[in-house]
């Protein structure tokens, strides 16, 4: 039995179908074609989302999205859209929203200052988020990434880190590194985690459960009286390590946006003995 509804028109889609089989059909598409996990979960809720919204016709969901950009509301509107392109390859049928474009808009990023970073830090009560917030500062690296660190992906000789977890085509990660200050941090956060009997029964460097996470950082946002996001850390080690001099194709391998097939042309120059150098020259610090 073929899960996916009949096509429409050879115009092309006129209505989504966001019945459980061929949403569990579309996530398998997906997933046949390597997007990531986190994408093969959001697209068929978008979906669903949008059938719920707006019954599922093409022209209300254009509507729906062009609302959507009048609001300025440019990240909701895209995700959208690209789910419902998606949806139409998965139906084999041509893109009923060819009229609608991604919003080429730019709004210069609020790069924090040291001093917010350290306001929030001191402002952290248990020894897990401080290693936490110290890491993910230090290596560039994506809130995801850090929390899904195992053991196996932390050279703590060399203080490097070695993300694996991507598995679609979209996001990608190289080496990274932390500095001294997250050294001291997590060989406290260690300590304590051997006497968590929970802790010890996951792989992971950072075991937590997602809300629980966002429950104390913004609690520790609250304190701190600052609007720091983990994402505001990605955008401090870039903006920080520019200034310190490392030329922008290290920012890039540190924070995995250097393509693959560059990485195996130029490997010496991405080496993890380079990378550990040129990491090291910059010298970064937050606490003092």
Not at 118 to 132: E, L, N, Q, T
Request: proline share 5%; glycine share 4%.
């Amino acid at each position: 039995m073929n899960p996916r509804p009949p096509a429409c028109k050879a115009s092309g889609l006129e209505r989504i179908e966001a019945t459980a089989e061929v949403l569990a059909a579309f996530k398998q598409w997906l997933a046949d074609r390597d997007y990531s996990r986190r994408t093969q979960s959001d697209y068929p809720q978008r979906l669903r989302h949008l059938v719920k919204l707006t019954g599922g016709g093409i022209n209300e969901v254009r509507g729906f999205l062009k609302k959507l950009k009048e609001e300025r509301r440019f990240s909701t509107y895209s995700t959208y859209l690209k789910a419902v392109i998606a949806y139409s390859r998965f139906r084999n049928l041509p893109n009923p929203l060819s009229d609608l474009k991604f919003p080429h808009h730019y709004e210069p990023k609020r790069i924090v200052e040291t001093e917010e970073l350290r306001r929030f830090y001191f402002s952290i009560k248990s020894a897990k988020m401080r290693a936490f917030f110290l890491v993910t500062a230090t290596s560039g690296l994506r809130r995801g990434e850090v929390l899904n660190l195992t053991f196996n992906d932390v050279d703590f000789a060399n203080r490097m880190l070695i993300p694996r977890c991507h598995t679609g085509r979209t996001k990608r990660s190289w080496f990274s590194f932390y500095n001294e200050e997250a050294e001291e941090a997590l060989k406290e956060w260690l300590k304590e985690r051997e006497r968590d009997r929970r802790s010890n029964h996951s792989s992971k460097l950072f075991p937590w459960d997602l809300s629980d996470f966002k429950r104390e950082w913004a609690q520790v946002r609250r304190e701190s009286n600052t609007r720091l996001r983990p994402k505001d850390l990605r955008d401090w080690f870039a903006q920080e390590m520019g200034e310190r001099g490392v030329p922008d194709r290290y920012i890039d391998a540190f924070q995995g946006r250097v393509p693959q097939s560059i990485l195996a042309r130029h490997y010496s120059d991405f080496s993890p003995r380079r990378l550990k150098a040129i990491y090291d020259q910059a010298n970064l610090k937050i606490l003092t």
